[in-house]
C-alpha cells in the first residue's frame, strides 16, 4: 500500500489530480450504486403508496358522503311514497272510500239520491273511478258536504256541479237537488299495469 502511495506521489501534479478525481468519482460512484440508487427507488415507491393511500381514503371520504345524502333521499322517497299512497288508495280500499264520501254526505244533513260508481278510467300506472251523486238539501248542507270532501286525506275532485230547485220547500227550508261528478284515483297492481299495456299494445295493432 506505501508503495502504491509513494508512486502515486511521484507522478506528475496533473496525474494525482486526476488520479485523486477518479478516487473521488469512485467512491461517489460506489455510493449511488449500493445506497443512493437503492434507497431513491424505495422512496419513489414509498411515495406512489403514500398517493394512492389519498386518493383510496378521498374515494372513501366520497362514498361516505354519498352514502348519507343518499339515505337522506332514500327517507325522502319513502315520506313521498306514503304521502302518495295515503292520496291514492289501491283496489280494495275503493268501497270504503266511496261509503265515506257518502257518509259525508248524511252527515252534512242530505239526503242521498244517487250515488253510483261509473266505470274506470285506466292510465299507466292509476285509475280514475268517476262516481256520479245527486244530493238532496240546503245550500248550507250542500257547501258543508264539498268542504269535508275536500278536506279528505285521499285525492276526490268534484266537477260539473249543477244545482236546481228540489221539492216544494217545508216551511222556511228550501231544498235543493245538487248533482255532481266525483273523481277520486287509485294505485293499478302489477297484473293490472301489464294487462293494460298488453291492451294497449293490441289497440296498437289493430289500427
Same mark, same amino acid.
Given at each position: 500500500m506505501n508503495d502504491l502511495l509513494d508512486r502515486i506521489f511521484e507522478l506528475p501534479a496533473r496525474q494525482r489530480i486526476l488520479i485523486? /478525481?477518479? %478516487? /473521488?468519482? #469512485?467512491?461517489?460512484?460506489?455510493?449511488?450504486?449500493?445506497?443512493y440508487w437503492p434507497l431513491s427507488a424505495e422512496v419513489a415507491q414509498r411515495v406512489g403508496q403514500r398517493d394512492d393511500l389519498l386518493r383510496d381514503r378521498a374515494r372513501k371520504t366520497a362514498l361516505v358522503a354519498n352514502l348519507d345524502r343518499a339515505r337522506e333521499e332514500v327517507a325522502k322517497l319513502n315520506g313521498d311514497l306514503r304521502a302518495a299512497?295515503?292520496? #291514492? =288508495? $289501491?283496489?280494495?280500499?275503493? =268501497? $270504503? #272510500? #266511496?261509503?265515506?264520501i257518502s257518509s259525508l254526505g248524511r252527515e252534512s244533513g242530505l239526503e242521498i239520491i244517487q250515488f253510483k260508481q261509473r266505470p274506470e278510467q285506466f292510465e299507466d300506472f292509476y285509475a280514475a273511478v268517476p262516481v256520479d251523486i245527486l244530493v238532496r238539501g240546503a245550500y248550507t248542507q250542500v257547501a258543508a258536504f264539498f268542504d269535508k270532501v275536500s278536506r279528505m286525506a285521499r285525492i276526490v275532485n268534484v266537477t260539473n256541479v249543477a244545482i236546481k230547485s228540489g221539492p216544494k220547500p217545508e216551511g $222556511? /227550508? /228550501?231544498s235543493l237537488d245538487t248533482s255532481c261528478a266525483a273523481m277520486t284515483f287509485r294505485f293499478l297492481d302489477e297484473a293490472e299495469r301489464a294487462r293494460i299495456a298488453k291492451q294497449k299494445e293490441k289497440e296498437k %295493432? %289493430?289500427?
Open positions: 485523486l /478525481v477518479g %478516487g /473521488v468519482a #469512485l467512491v461517489f460512484l460506489a455510493y449511488a450504486y449500493f445506497f299512497l295515503a292520496q #291514492l =288508495p $289501491d283496489t280494495k280500499e275503493i =268501497p $270504503d #272510500l #266511496l261509503s265515506n $222556511d /227550508v /228550501v %295493432g %289493430g289500427k
